[in-house]
């Protein structure tokens, strides 16, 4: 045989191989996640560094997307701080003859009604806006968000004027789907970023949200120095129309991922639940990293939803220093996701400073607990647990998420940790009022921090075994390629 021939023959055969391309989401880059980064490169890889920030490819589309997230964060720091007052004044009406604890008491029964029940309408049609979001785009998601929270608006409106809960009751619930538009949000992220960018943008969501909690306070505190009834709700509608402005000027961010091919046309199901049942029975690190979700979904419930009712009981604070404090504590969040985050993740992996912002979490609950002694320990706890963890833990997620599915699959994560958002907030508000009415000789207001920093200490435990068991694996990429195959 001669030469020409014999590489005649090598050509054919090299042409009837049939390769099967697997996306591996997570980057062959040790400064990402140093100890899983080891496992990824072999001898004919090359370790790719991290480019800057400042030369994202699509900057522009990430400035606008930044840009009206504090249109969106504004009217919800709004509407949390508004809240509150709507069934205070509710009971008020109902029972005049009551005592101000048994007002408040009420009050936070009413109120764990509006707080859980918008969790059950995520759960069950959060999936079906995943796959949506990843077969029409992320910008019907975005609008759609916006026009559901103007009807809780208008709906609350109602309630108000009528001293009607069920109007906000069902609306509210319906809403509650917007509970999973934030990881439209995150997937827009990743549809347009590159793997080294992903973790540091997810971190700055924090930052951003930080500015929107921030603003709200200081937009709530000037807005009710008019003497115009309900104006909150007045300002909610005109900032959304605002953000929905802004959202128009997005580029669809499927569509350039689609351009990059970052987007392939895949056989994959469709079917939501199908597909989270597929990734959690095909790797069991996909599954932790979830139970991490929901967990911190669940513990983080104290503090976001009684702080209100807690410092109006415990400090006799006005709805004017609960202002105040939830716009400082949006200052501290901005540190957390803009400054100490970026900085901790050129030098650590996600999960080394995920173990880190638990600890932080559980030192935070410790000074809860001892909270009645001083509102200083209540206020320095608030500092110390204000980083947004769950960001981190989203990034992760979506490393470990084919391009196709990144709405899918983080909705499903979001949508199975309502879940956990649903029975956190009824036992939050649950323990609570019973924690400070008068059915108990001695009250004790921070019960629920010592039963959630018990939570927040065994979940950090936990955690880091099962990270420094992770660590040393070395079946993690074929547990991921396992992945891949069992959806297709």
Same mark, same amino acid.
């Given at each position: 045989?001669?030469?020409?021939?014999?590489?005649?023959?090598?050509?054919?055969?090299?042409?009837?191989?049939?390769?099967?391309? /697997?996306?591996?989401?997570?980057?062959?880059?040790?400064?990402?996640?140093?100890?899983?980064?080891?496992?990824?490169?072999?001898?004919?890889?090359?370790?790719?560094?991290?480019?800057?920030?400042?030369?994202?490819?699509? &900057?522009?589309?990430?400035?606008?997307?930044?840009?009206?997230?504090?249109?969106?964060?504004?009217?919800?720091?709004?509407? #949390?701080?508004?809240?509150?007052?709507?069934?205070?004044?509710?009971?008020?009406?109902?029972?005049?003859?009551?005592?101000?604890?048994?007002?408040?008491?009420?009050?936070?029964?009413?109120?764990?009604?509006?707080?859980?029940?918008?969790?059950?309408?995520?759960?069950?049609?959060?999936?079906?806006?995943?796959?949506?979001?990843?077969?029409?785009?992320?910008?019907?998601?975005?609008?759609?968000?916006? +026009?559901?929270?103007?009807?809780?608006?208008?709906?609350?409106?109602?309630?108000? &004027?009528? =001293?009607?809960?069920?109007?906000?009751?069902?609306?509210?619930?319906?809403?509650?789907?917007?509970?999973?538009? *934030?990881?439209?949000?995150?997937?827009?992220?990743?549809? +347009?970023?590159?793997?080294? =960018?992903?973790?540091?943008?997810?971190? &700055?969501?924090?930052?951003?949200?930080?500015?929107?909690?921030?603003?709200?306070?200081?937009?709530?505190?000037?807005?009710?120095?008019?003497?115009?009834?309900?104006?909150?709700?007045?300002?909610?509608?005109? &900032?959304?129309?605002?953000?929905?402005? +802004?959202?128009?000027?997005?580029?669809?961010?499927?569509? /350039?991922?689609?351009?990059?091919?970052?987007?392939?046309?895949?056989?994959?199901?469709?079917?939501?639940?199908?597909?989270?049942?597929?990734?959690?029975?095909?790797?069991?690190?996909?599954?932790?990293?979830?139970?991490?979700?929901?967990? /911190?979904?669940?513990?983080?419930?104290?503090?976001?939803?009684?702080?209100?009712?807690?410092?109006?009981?415990?400090?006799?604070?006005?709805?004017?220093? *609960? $202002? +105040?404090?939830?716009?400082?504590?949006?200052?501290?969040?901005?540190?957390?996701?803009?400054? !100490?985050?970026?900085?901790?993740?050129?030098?650590? $992996?996600?999960?080394?400073?995920?173990?880190?912002?638990?600890?932080?979490?559980?030192?935070?609950?410790?000074?809860?607990?001892?909270?009645?002694?001083?509102?200083?320990?209540?206020?320095?706890?608030?500092?110390?647990?204000?980083?947004?963890?769950?960001?981190?833990?989203?990034?992760?997620?979506?490393?470990?998420?084919?391009?196709?599915? #990144?709405?899918?699959?983080?909705?499903?994560?979001?949508?199975? $940790?309502?879940?956990?958002?649903?029975?956190?907030?009824?036992?939050?508000?649950?323990?609570?009022?019973?924690?400070?009415?008068?059915?108990?000789?001695?009250?004790?207001?921070?019960?629920?921090?010592?039963?959630?920093?018990?939570? !927040?200490?065994?979940?950090?435990?936990?955690?880091?075994?099962?990270?420094?068991?992770?660590?040393?694996?070395?079946?993690?990429?074929?547990?991921?390629?396992?992945?891949?195959?069992?959806?297709?």
């Amino acid at each position: 045989m001669s030469i020409l021939e014999n590489n005649n023959k090598n050509n054919e055969n090299l042409n009837n191989i049939h390769y099967k391309k /697997i996306d591996i989401k997570t980057p062959l880059v040790l400064n990402s996640d140093s100890e899983i980064g080891e496992n990824f490169l072999t001898n004919d890889q090359v370790e790719i560094k991290k480019r800057p920030l400042k030369e994202h490819k699509y &900057l522009k589309q990430i400035i606008i997307l930044f840009s009206f997230l504090p249109f969106i964060m504004i009217p919800s720091i709004l509407f #949390q701080l508004y809240l509150p007052s709507v069934f205070t004044d509710y009971v008020t009406f109902k029972h005049p003859d009551y005592s101000p604890e048994e007002i408040q008491s009420k009050a936070a029964y009413y109120k764990s009604y509006s707080d859980s029940l918008p969790y059950i309408s995520a759960l069950l049609f959060g999936p079906l806006v995943g796959v949506l979001s990843d077969k029409y785009g992320r910008k019907p998601i975005f609008f759609g968000a916006g +026009i559901l929270f103007i009807l809780d608006a208008i709906a609350t409106l109602i309630t108000v &004027l009528t =001293h009607n809960l069920i109007y906000h009751y069902v609306v509210h619930t319906i809403v509650g789907v917007n509970t999973v538009s *934030n990881a439209a949000l995150t997937a827009y992220i990743s549809d +347009i970023s590159d793997d080294d =960018h992903i973790p540091i943008l997810y971190s &700055l969501l924090g930052g951003v949200f930080g500015a929107g909690i921030i603003l709200g306070p200081l937009v709530f505190i000037l807005i009710n120095l008019t003497s115009i009834p309900n104006i909150t709700l007045y300002v909610i509608v005109g &900032l959304l129309a605002v953000c929905m402005v +802004i959202i128009a000027f997005l580029d669809e961010s499927v569509e /350039i991922a689609k351009k990059n091919n970052k987007i392939k046309i895949s056989n994959t199901t469709t079917n939501p639940f199908k597909l989270v049942k597929n990734l959690f029975t095909s790797n069991a690190y996909f599954s932790f990293i979830v139970i991490i979700y929901l967990l /911190i979904s669940f513990v983080t419930c104290d503090i976001n939803l009684i702080f209100y009712y807690y410092c109006s009981f415990v400090y006799d604070w006005s709805p004017k220093d *609960n $202002s +105040i404090f939830f716009g400082g504590l949006g200052f501290i969040i901005i540190v957390w996701g803009a400054v !100490i985050s970026p900085i901790l993740l050129k030098y650590f $992996s996600e999960r080394k400073i995920i173990s880190i912002m638990l600890i932080c979490c559980f030192g935070a609950h410790v000074l809860f607990v001892f909270s009645g002694f001083s509102q200083y320990l209540f206020i320095i706890g608030a500092m110390l647990g204000s980083p947004q963890v769950n960001n981190l833990v989203q990034a992760i997620i979506s490393q470990l998420t084919p391009p196709e599915m #990144q709405a899918t699959i983080l909705v499903g994560a979001q949508s199975i $940790s309502s879940i956990a958002s649903f029975l956190g907030s009824m036992v939050v508000n649950d323990l609570f009022m019973y924690s400070i009415s008068n059915n108990i000789s001695h009250k004790f207001p921070q019960f629920v921090f010592l039963i959630f920093g018990i939570v !927040i200490g065994l979940t950090t435990i936990g955690t880091v075994i099962v990270f420094n068991y992770y660590k040393k694996s070395n079946n993690f990429r074929q547990n991921l390629k396992n992945i891949y195959e069992s959806i297709n």
